[in-house]
């Protein structure tokens, strides 16, 4: 038997994978919403911090301060559109970075690396 809980979780999980966009928890929330009015935003960002410790999703920390997630738990990092906020996916190799003999003379262990790129995104640039 499926509980409640896992159900919630599993929800919440899929929103994230289907907007693809590194939504908040609050646009989260409202593309659940529509489908499961019973649910809370309470619950949606509680769910959110779960998969994220539990390493389903990323947690990323943008620009605008707003904390998003991310369904793509590979290494990458992220390019934020000054003008429109809008994130994307950059693929570069960030291995050098969290190589951990890069950081042998200093006393921490490297798990991951988020590094946010800024600029002008294409759509925006044709309005300039
Ligand atoms: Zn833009
Ligand atoms: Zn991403």
């Known amino acids: 038997m499926t509980s409640r809980n896992t159900i919630q979780r599993q929800v919440v999980f899929n929103a994230v994978k289907e907007l693809k966009n590194h939504p908040t928890s609050e646009e989260v929330y409202n593309y659940i919403r529509p489908n499961f009015p019973s649910i809370s935003l309470g619950t949606v960002y ?10 389903e999703i990323r947690k990323i920390s943008t620009n605008d301060n707003a904390v998003r997630f991310d369904y793509v ?5 992220h390019f934020q559109c000054k003008k429109c906020s809008c994130i994307l996916d950059v693929f570069i190799p960030s291995d050098d970075v969290v190589r951990n003999d890069v950081f042998n003379e200093h006393d921490f262990r490297v798990d991951s690396c988020d590094v946010l790129l800024k600029g002008i995104c294409v759509n925006c640039l044709k309005d300039i």
Do not use: C, F, P, T
């Open 46 to 55: 509680r769910n959110l911090n779960m998969l994220s410790d539990l390493n």
């Open 73 to 77: 738990i590979e290494n990458h990092y």
